[in-house]
């Protein structure tokens, strides 16, 4: 593994900030780290990079020990590069200055510098100040210049929020492409899920110090192992059922059937509980007795309308359907269930 965390634990005074934290990265993958804001996820990055130490647990990079109860590798010495929010650059240098920055005394200066500036597509802009630059440019000068040293592991902090979203797509697939063509292993911490997603091979979620899932980001979405997950990748609903057999739950839209066992020590059958339901898994019914639900609120996407509907028990979900069928607040439509991947969890009374 290029990157272990194994039970480690951090605090800021008496105020646990990592709480039995573990999770690992392969060589060559990219990991990404979502959540809330003081979930503790720039701490994470902290505790990596060697700026801040644990209490307790390991941290290893590249197999070697940087972090423990009695070991605290110093940050110069971890081989970790870093890309931040703002790109950081240096504005008295140019290009070729700004990523040579951490390799000015290697012999294969020279030689490396002309691999990024292929690789970033930054070849014609060697002698470029910062200030003649784009704002994309800069940040795959950034992303050359942590690259530079050949880190064991590249840590990213948010490094596209300050970017326009249509600068900050581009950037995702650009700066992706070049962590993988590099061969490195890199872990990004994010508030952005639609960036998490498109970024990472294996991503996870992080609340209030605590890992709740490392997972692909597929199944994050469509087999969250927790209610907090699943509230909280993705938009989606938890309505009301009963399981009624090992395959059945049963939901006031109708009898969900599912090819895994639903029932659980916690959730025999009979018992009630919550039915995650993502926007796909409502359709309109099309004249197939469905259930009648209100149109309460609406996002327009281009393509596809996200909308909120409420069944006449007040049961909330939503269903994504496409924008040509153009409903308002207050409409109402017939709508049905076609779900996938049935994902239940104990209700709490």
Known sequence: MQLEFSNVNHYYGRRQAIGGLSFDLRQGEIGVLIGPSGAGKSTVL???????????????????????????????RRQVGMMFQDSALFPHLDVAGNICFGIAK?????????????????ADYAGARVHELSGGQQQRVALARALAPRPKLLLLDEPFCSSDAALRSELLAEVRQIIKEEGSTALMVTH???????????????????????????????????????????????????????????????VVSSD?????????????????MRPDDVVLANGCGGTRAQVFKRAFRGADILYGLRTGA?????????SRHDLAAGDAIEVSLQVEHVVVFPAVE
Request: hydrophobic share 40%; charged share 25%; glycine share 10%.
């Open 46 to 76: 902290n505790c990596i990079a060697g700026l801040e130490p644990i209490v307790s647990g390991e941290i290893r990079i590249g197999g070697e020990l940087a972090s423990g109860t009695r070991v605290h590798v110093p940050a110069e």
């Open 106 to 122: 290697r012999t294969d200066r020279s030689t490396r510098l002309a691999e990024l500036l292929e690789l970033c597509r930054l």
């Open 192 to 254: 952005d899920q639609a960036e998490a997603f498109e970024f990472a091979d294996r991503c996870g979620v992080l609340d209030s110090g605590t890992l709740c899932q490392w997972d692909s980001p597929y199944n994050l979405y469509h087999r969250p192992n927790c209610a907090l997950v699943a509230s909280f990748i993705g938009d989606g609903a938890l309505i009301p059922g009963t399981l009624v057999s090992e395959h059945e739950v049963e939901t006031e839209l109708g």
């Open 260 to 276: 895994q066992r639903l029932t659980t020590l916690l959730m025999e059958a009979g018992h009630k509980v919550k039915v995650l």
């Open 314 to 322: 007040g049961t909330e979900l939503y269903a994504c359907l496409p």
